[in-house]
């Protein structure tokens, strides 16, 4: 298991009140195992026996289908950068991805100004049980939508 813990991030105040609120885990790299991310809100402690429930912090679950071993030619699993924005050409499947998980029930819940997010990595596989290499990406970023 791999855990993440972000430096806290500041909750978006709106003169009315939200009606919905997502982390974005941006540039989500998918070339290695697959894996299973539990995410935790104010529970910079949370492990392997924490319960996914509220009263832990628990916000959701997001999964990542990974590609670990590349079976083609020299350069196949390599992720080309696009040479043109008219590009047609679909997307390379290893291209890193976007996920978003909303988060809005967890987040009201928070009564500070800002929230750490504890994301727990568990590889699928049984023989890699205490990878810690496996949740990869560029920016976390918490949207509140009013």
Same mark, same amino acid.
């Given at each position: 298991?791999?855990?993440?813990?972000?430096?806290?991030?500041?909750?978006?105040?709106?003169?009315?009140?939200?009606?919905?609120?997502?982390?974005?885990?941006?540039?989500?790299?998918?070339?290695?195992?697959?894996?299973?991310?539990?995410?935790?809100?104010?529970?910079?402690?949370?492990?392997?026996?924490?319960?996914?429930?509220?009263?832990?912090?628990?916000?959701?679950?997001?999964?990542?289908?990974?590609?670990?071993?590349?079976?083609?030619?020299?350069?196949?699993?390599?992720? *080309?950068?696009?040479? $043109?924005?008219? @590009?047609?050409?679909?997307?390379?499947? %290893?291209?890193?991805?976007?996920? &978003? /998980?909303?988060?809005?029930?967890?987040?009201?819940?928070?009564?500070?100004?800002?929230?750490?997010?504890?994301?727990? *990595?568990?590889?699928? $596989?049984?023989? @890699?049980?205490?990878?810690?290499?496996? %949740?990869?990406?560029?920016?976390? &970023? /918490?949207?509140?939508?009013?």
């Amino acid at each position: 298991m791999q855990r993440f813990v972000s430096e806290p991030l500041t909750i978006p105040r709106h003169e009315t009140a939200y009606y919905r609120a997502d982390l974005e885990f941006e540039e989500l790299e998918r070339f290695g195992a697959s894996y299973v991310g539990l995410v935790f809100l104010d529970n910079p402690e949370a492990g392997p026996d924490t319960p996914p429930d509220p009263d832990h912090g628990y916000a959701g679950r997001f999964t990542v289908f990974g590609h670990e071993v590349c079976f083609g030619d020299v350069d196949h699993c390599h992720v *080309a950068e696009r040479v $043109s924005l008219f @590009d047609r050409n679909p997307e390379h499947p %290893l291209t890193p991805i976007n996920i &978003t /998980l909303q988060i809005t029930d967890a987040l009201r819940r928070v009564e500070t100004d800002q929230v750490a997010v504890t994301v727990l *990595a568990f590889s699928t $596989s049984p023989a @890699d049980t205490e990878r810690q290499d496996i %949740l990869r990406f560029g920016r976390l &970023t /918490l949207v509140t939508y009013d």
